[in-house]
């Protein structure tokens, strides 16, 4: 089967589907899965907080853009939960720093231990809190995203892995199984498989590189109430935690390269993290009840990449979201909209420049 369609897009993530709701009432657009469902690697897999100071400037630019979006959209899809920072007695300046660039303010260790009674008071001296932080519900934002971009007119094609891409009169011919789709403009919405999937095209790629990061959920610490808990980050992120359907969730905050493909935790990796987690609280884990690991994809600069290709005008980027993908989502989608549309971005020129996959050439 052949189909034409004006924007063809490679991956069925947070970056491909919210892309596709902006570009469908702009023109045809068709988006390939490899997997059988949206959101099955990375989207899925998110701890899922919306912190407007977190990632560099470039970032958090995309982060302040997105925000009145995750709050009124569709009803919004954020609820507060404040984030603590704690430290030892040896990262006094580290943790000074940190609680700076994440615009927190310094509590007292008892007031810490009011609010997370695990925290322990032989080997934490630090604490600091930011109360305008909120979990966002990943699941509603990516079918918010989903329902307008059916509703449009996009097309969702699963379990469709691409197998090759070549020029084809003018535009692009994709193939994924047994099908084949024509496409004006291909957008590389892939992820960890970004790189590949330009290669693919006789693109060069911008060495986006994936990075594994484990979580382990746990049972309430000695039986605690967590929902209240704020999340919970420790410093130079040797750990976090975070409250989940009341329990715990806990990650080694980990950064591991790793080549593409459907990630799993190290339990080397999450032993150690524990370890970690445990150095600094008062309960033990008594049991690990699941884990599960995503690839958080990086360029070389950490800040995403948004915008035609400098050398191939007619295939496109939104790829490189790192660990931002669902906070920057909203801003991201609609910059890479307004830049294949010739709209003028609503965000500034050095920002749209910081974003753009020609700063790599």
């Known amino acids: 089967m052949t189909l034409d369609t004006d924007f063809l897009i490679v991956g069925g993530g947070v970056a491909g589907v919210s892309a596709a709701a902006r570009l469908a009432p702009l023109g045809s657009v068709l988006l390939l899965e490899a997997e059988p469902a949206l959101a099955y690697h990375a989207s899925g897999r998110s701890a899922a907080m919306f912190l407007e100071s977190y990632g560099n400037a470039t970032v958090r630019a995309l ?25 030892r007695p040896c990262e006094s ?72 891409i070549r020029r084809s009169g003018g535009g692009w011919e994709v193939t994924a199984g047994d099908r084949s789709f024509r496409a004006e403009t291909l957008v590389n919405a892939a992820g960890a498989w970004a790189d590949r999937i330009a290669a693919m095209a006789g693109v060069r790629p911008l060495g986006i590189t994936p990075f594994r990061r484990s979580m382990a959920r746990v049972p309430a ?18 750990w976090y935690a975070k409250p989940d359907a009341g329990k715990l969730i806990v990650s080694p905050s980990e ?71 669902f906070q920057t989502a909203p801003a991201a989608s609609r910059l890479l909209a307004d830049l294949l549309t010739g709209h003028p971005p609503e965000l500034t020129g050095p920002v749209v420049a910081a974003l753009s996959p020609a700063r790599f050439t």
Do not use: C, K
Request: aromatic content about 6%.
């Open 93 to 164: 300046q580290t943790f000074a720093v940190e609680v700076a660039s994440f615009g927190m303010d310094e509590i007292t260790l008892d007031q810490a231990r009011a609010m997370v009674p695990i925290v322990n008071p032989a080997t934490v001296s630090h604490a600091a809190l930011r109360g305008d932080t909120s979990d966002l519900d990943t699941d509603l934002l990516i079918q918010n995203f989903a329902r307008a971009a059916r509703a449009a007119g996009a097309l969702f094609h699963l379990d469709a892995r691409v197998s090759g």
């Open 221 to 238: 610490p000695g039986g605690h109430d967590t929902r209240g808990w704020p999340f919970i980050d420790a410093v130079g992120e040797r």
């Open 255 to 325: 950064e591991d390269a790793q080549d593409p493909h459907d990630a799993w935790a190290d339990d080397m990796v999450l032993a150690e993290g524990l370890a970690r987690y445990e150095e600094m609280v008062t309960e033990p884990v008594t049991r690990v009840e699941h884990t599960w690991a995503g690839l958080r994809s990086f360029a070389p600069d950490r800040a995403l990449v948004i915008g035609r290709d400098p050398e191939v005008q007619d295939f496109a980027w939104l790829a490189g979201q790192g660990g931002y993908g």
């Open 63 to 87: 982060n302040e853009a997105s925000a009145a979006h995750h709050a009124t959209a569709d009803g919004g899809v954020l609820s507060p939960r404040p984030m603590m920072l704690i430290g």
